[in-house]
């Protein structure tokens, strides 16, 4: 049974960091590419960040410069460390794998990040 555990969302002032976690289960991690997204209130879900599984990013333009994702295959956990963090980040952010052998998507259950002005 595959599980994407999130954790490190919260309440956070503007200009101030976090750092979300997501620890997974079931699924051989270190050749997943996995990725972090977010959905605002009555937006669509969007891309954060990605990272493969030989390390190569991908970021949002929003986020560029004040996020970064990064991976530890030895704990199968990602992470993505925000910061600068504004108004316009607040949202639910998910985390997400891509499996290349069996070409299927899994999501964690969300972490709420909301960002005071």
């Known amino acids: 049974q595959v599980q994407l555990v999130e954790s490190g969302g919260g309440l956070v002032q503007a200009g101030g960091s976090l750092r979300l976690s997501c620890a997974a289960s079931?699924?051989?991690?270190?050749?997943?590419?996995v990725g972090w997204y977010r959905q605002a209130p009555g937006k669509q879900r969007e891309l954060v960040a990605s990272?493969?599984?030989?390390?190569?990013?991908n970021y949002a333009g929003s986020v560029k410069g004040r996020f970064t994702i990064s991976r530890d295959n030895a704990k199968n956990t990602m992470y993505l460390q925000m910061n600068s963090l504004n108004a316009e980040d607040t949202a639910v952010y998910y985390c997400?794998?891509?499996?290349?052998?069996?070409?299927?998507?899994?999501w964690g259950q969300g972490t709420q990040v909301t960002v005071s002005s």
């Open positions: 997400s794998t891509h499996d290349p052998l069996t070409q299927r998507e899994y």
């Open positions: 079931g699924i051989i991690f270190s050749i997943n590419i």
């Open positions: 990272i493969s599984s030989s390390g190569s990013t």
